[in-house]
């Protein structure tokens, strides 16, 4: 109980930045928790309905938002989202917990090397 508790708490902070909380929350109930790929990533996103619907509004208050940006990135996320879900149920699971380490590698390796521009 205290896992999921330190873990859900650490992914709303993560998530309320922006940079979701499933980079936390998906090795925290596989690993942690002993919960099977599909299903924790399925949480993750049952998960991020209210933590998103949170962070969108602190950040709509403060005025961080693009709303011309956002528009087409939300009308082809969800396109997106759609094909991958339908990829994700269809794979084995080693396979799906192998692609989802490759992707975190990625971006953590992305995020030590690229420049910041503020």
């Known amino acids: 109980m205290i896992i999921t508790i330190i873990a859900g708490f650490l992914s709303g902070i993560i998530s309320g930045m922006g940079v979701g909380g499933g980079a936390v929350l998906i090795p925290a109930l596989t690993f942690f928790l002993?919960?099977?790929?599909?299903?924790?990533?399925?949480?993750?996103?049952?998960?991020?309905?209210?933590?998103?619907?949170v962070a969108l509004l602190v950040h709509i208050k403060n005025k961080n938002i693009m709303f011309k940006t956002a528009v087409p990135l939300i009308i082809f996320g969800i396109l997106g989202s759609v094909i991958g879900s339908f990829v994700a149920v269809n794979i084995s699971t080693k396979v799906l917990r192998k692609i989802f380490a490759v992707f975190l590698f990625s971006m953590g390796i992305n995020q030590l090397f690229t420049k910041n521009k503020t």
Do not use: E, K, M, S
């Open 34 to 53: 002993g919960v099977n790929q599909h299903v924790a990533q399925c949480t993750n996103l049952y998960y991020f309905i209210p933590t998103a619907i």
